[in-house]
């Protein structure tokens, strides 16, 4: 397998609160790189500012979304994967596993909402998966906070010491420019979408009289902020980067397509091509011969008719042929890899070969599920695919008895993709469905009604928190599960789940049984 195709994979995903520019940034990323033409390509996707209650605008991205959620594009030498991320927040937990997937992240800050509360949540996925960040601070063309204010929050917290690698001339209606830190020189603004990539006027050094010339007394302040952002920043040390320590920020506007050539640039020179992965056997390394690849990502089809959905695999090591027989670790079964598609400029299309870092996308009727490993034959298990505990909980029924089976067949499918979790009391009774977001509820009914034919009833659940508890101690384990048997419930996988009601309650648990460990987050092994 060749080294070479794997140093010039870069895979990353765009993630931001909703509103800071993140459809906006993607669209101009495909534009700068040559893979699309035409600004407006990237459409559909506002379809995430529906009403909660608008299903219909949900079942419409999920018709864009397999088109649009991996796109592949050339840049230079380097192919790089961009891994889109749900806008919707009630879908965040899919933008969770997505980032498993990726090398890096590129996160889109709007510069007059600095931090929000999305982007937290998302970075700390990112802190514990140790992905490097590159933080774009955008819509500089309009008022924003003051540079210095915005850094220093990035660093409060994310938790990252923030090395700016460019730093604005004047904000909003004064906004002239970015002084390159990197390369010592000024580069102008122009409004407007029409401003080609490689038409940027530039300036040499802090100390060109044009700057001054041009920008005034702006050009004087910014050189004052420049000189001592310079002095006491220090330089970026990739590998505090790689560790996600340190995080370059660039600042510009999307929408005016500035700044977008330098994210370009920064993905490609550093951000990490694809590095080794743990394997619950062993940890597997990109560059070995042998085909795997873990399913990060499972989407329902569009054909109701056929309830086939399409797998989305990361490839970790060795290369994919098209026809290849591989096998799914779980069952044991081998699968058929001959109408596999992948996502070059957002086209989907036959793949007949993929390398580590590549999506390959595999349609199926419910052989491949979240979180499952493909070989060529050795048993190997990647692990990591976080499952967040359920914020919503809800009991579900069948309006007709007699559909029971269905519904259980169903709900099996729908958990299998990640779009509901299933949780079974102990005790028996309804099952119970328990999501992140109040809009999976929405999809779950309506896929149910249409794709499965079963009408169901929800009813509120006292629930309202689940812990996945576990413990080395068995007796202990056992001693726990009798005393709290009536709120005991097994999730999907058959994994040990507390329901409360209240987080007082697990408080009082944890104090009570201290072998206990309970966990808010189950990742797939
Ligand atoms: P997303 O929700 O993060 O995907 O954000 P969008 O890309 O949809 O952008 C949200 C809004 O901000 C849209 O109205 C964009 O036109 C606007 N926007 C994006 N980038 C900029 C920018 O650089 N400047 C200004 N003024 N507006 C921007």
Same mark, same amino acid.
């Given at each position: 397998?060749?080294?070479?195709?794997?140093?010039?994979?870069?895979?990353?995903?765009?993630?931001?609160?909703?509103?800071?520019?993140?459809?906006?940034? !993607?669209?101009?990323?495909?534009?700068?790189?040559?893979?699309?033409?035409?600004?407006?390509?990237?459409?559909?996707?506002?379809?995430?500012?529906?009403?909660?209650?608008?299903?219909?605008?949900?079942?419409?991205?999920?018709?864009?979304?397999?088109?649009?959620?991996?796109?592949?594009?050339?840049?230079?030498?380097?192919?790089?994967?961009?891994?889109?991320?749900?806008?919707?927040?009630?879908?965040?937990?899919?933008?969770?596993?997505?980032?498993?997937?990726?090398?890096?992240?590129?996160?889109?800050?709007?510069?007059?909402?600095?931090?929000?509360?999305?982007?937290?949540?998302?970075?700390?996925?990112?802190?514990?998966?140790?992905?490097?960040?590159?933080?774009?601070?955008?819509?500089?063309?309009?008022?924003?906070?003051?540079?210095?204010?915005?850094?220093?929050?990035?660093?409060?917290?994310?938790?990252?010491?923030?090395?700016?690698?460019?730093?604005?001339?004047?904000?909003?209606?004064?906004?002239?420019?970015?002084?390159?830190?990197?390369?010592?020189?000024?580069?102008?603004?122009?409004?407007?979408?029409?401003?080609?990539?490689?038409?940027?006027? !530039?300036?040499?050094?802090?100390?060109?009289?044009?700057?001054?010339?041009?920008?005034?007394?702006?050009?004087?302040?910014?050189?004052?902020?420049?000189?001592?952002?310079?002095?006491?920043?220090?330089?970026?040390?990739?590998?505090?980067?790689?560790?996600?320590?340190?995080?370059?920020?660039?600042?510009?506007?999307?929408?005016?397509?500035?700044?977008?050539?330098?994210?370009?640039?920064?993905?490609?020179?550093?951000?990490?091509? $694809?590095?080794?992965?743990?394997?619950?056997?062993?940890?597997?390394?990109?560059?070995?011969?042998?085909?795997?690849?873990?399913?990060?990502?499972?989407?329902?089809?569009?054909?109701?008719?056929?309830?086939?959905?399409?797998?989305?695999?990361?490839?970790?090591?060795?290369?994919?042929?098209?026809?290849?027989?591989?096998?799914?670790?779980?069952?044991?079964?081998?699968?058929?890899?001959?109408?596999?598609?992948?996502?070059?400029?957002?086209?989907?299309?036959?793949?007949?070969?993929?390398?580590?870092?590549?999506?390959?996308?595999?349609?199926?009727?419910?052989?491949?599920?979240?979180?499952?490993?493909?070989?060529?034959?050795?048993?190997?298990?990647?692990?990591?695919?976080?499952?967040?505990?359920?914020?919503?909980?809800?009991?579900?029924?069948?309006?007709? $008895?007699?559909?029971?089976?269905?519904?259980?067949?169903?709900?099996?499918?729908?958990?299998?993709?990640?779009?509901?979790?299933?949780?079974?009391?102990?005790?028996?009774? $309804?099952?119970?469905?328990?999501?992140?977001?109040?809009?999976?509820?929405?999809?779950?009914?309506?896929?149910?009604?249409?794709?499965?034919?079963?009408?169901?009833?929800?009813?509120?659940?006292?629930?309202?928190?689940?812990?996945?508890?576990?413990?080395?101690?068995?007796?202990?384990?056992?001693?726990?599960?009798?005393?709290?048997?009536?709120?005991?419930?097994?999730?999907?996988?058959?994994?040990?789940?507390?329901?409360?009601?209240?987080?007082?309650?697990?408080?009082?648990?944890?104090?009570?049984?201290?072998?206990?460990?309970?966990?808010?987050?189950?990742?797939?092994?």
């Amino acid at each position: 397998m060749s080294l070479s195709e794997v140093n010039r994979r870069r895979t990353f995903a765009v993630i931001s609160h909703p509103d800071a520019g993140k459809t906006t940034l !993607t669209e101009k990323l495909l534009l700068f790189s040559g893979a699309i033409h035409i600004a407006g390509a990237v459409k559909g996707r506002k379809s995430k500012r529906f009403a909660t209650s608008d299903w219909m605008e949900i079942e419409k991205q999920r018709g864009i979304s397999v088109a649009s959620s991996v796109m592949q594009f050339e840049y230079g030498d380097a192919v790089v994967n961009l891994l889109d991320t749900p806008g919707h927040q009630d879908f965040s937990e899919d933008t969770y596993r997505v980032l498993t997937a990726v090398d890096a992240a590129v996160m889109v800050i709007d510069g007059a909402n600095g931090v929000e509360a999305q982007t937290l949540k998302l970075l700390e996925v990112c802190r514990r998966q140790r992905t490097p960040i590159i933080t774009f601070i955008n819509k500089l063309d309009r008022d924003v906070r003051p540079p210095l204010e915005l850094l220093s929050e990035v660093e409060d917290h994310l938790g990252v010491a923030a090395i700016p690698f460019s730093w604005p001339i004047g904000t909003g209606k004064d906004f002239r420019g970015v002084y390159d830190l990197q390369r010592s020189q000024i580069r102008a603004f122009r409004a407007g979408e029409a401003v080609r990539p490689d038409d940027s006027v !530039t300036l040499q050094g802090l100390d060109d009289p044009r700057a001054v010339e041009q920008f005034g007394e702006t050009w004087l302040r910014a050189k004052d902020e420049i000189e001592l952002v310079a002095g006491a920043t220090p330089t970026l040390d990739r590998e505090l980067f790689l560790a996600g320590k340190q995080s370059p920020v660039l600042f510009g506007s999307a929408i005016n397509n500035f700044g977008i050539r330098e994210i370009l640039d920064a993905l490609v020179d550093l951000a990490p091509p $694809p590095k080794v992965r743990e394997a619950v056997q062993r940890p597997v390394d990109p560059a070995e011969a042998r085909f795997t690849g873990m399913v990060f990502k499972v989407q329902a089809n569009m054909d109701q008719q056929h309830r086939d959905r399409v797998a989305f695999v990361r490839v970790c090591s060795g290369k994919f042929d098209r026809g290849m027989a591989l096998t799914v670790t779980r069952t044991g079964k081998k699968i058929k890899t001959s109408n596999v598609v992948s996502f070059l400029s957002q086209r989907r299309e036959i793949t007949e070969e993929a390398y580590p870092g590549d999506i390959i996308g595999i349609p199926n009727h419910g052989t491949l599920c979240l979180g499952d490993t493909l070989t060529e034959g050795e048993m190997l298990e990647f692990s990591g695919l976080p499952f967040f505990s359920p914020e919503i909980f809800q009991t579900v029924e069948a309006l007709d $008895p007699m559909r029971a089976k269905q519904l259980s067949e169903a709900l099996r499918h729908l958990s299998e993709e990640g779009a509901i979790q299933v949780f079974r009391p102990m005790r028996g009774g $309804p099952t119970l469905l328990g999501a992140v977001g109040a809009l999976q509820f929405e999809v779950v009914s309506h896929r149910l009604a249409g794709e499965y034919r079963v009408e169901v009833r929800f009813s509120p659940s006292r629930y309202r928190l689940s812990r996945w508890v576990s413990s080395t101690d068995a007796t202990a384990m056992k001693r726990f599960i009798e005393f709290n048997a009536g709120r005991m419930a097994y999730d999907a996988a058959e994994q040990m789940t507390l329901l409360a009601a209240h987080p007082s309650e697990i408080a009082a648990l944890k104090e009570t049984y201290p072998a206990i460990v309970f966990s808010e987050m189950r990742e797939l092994s």
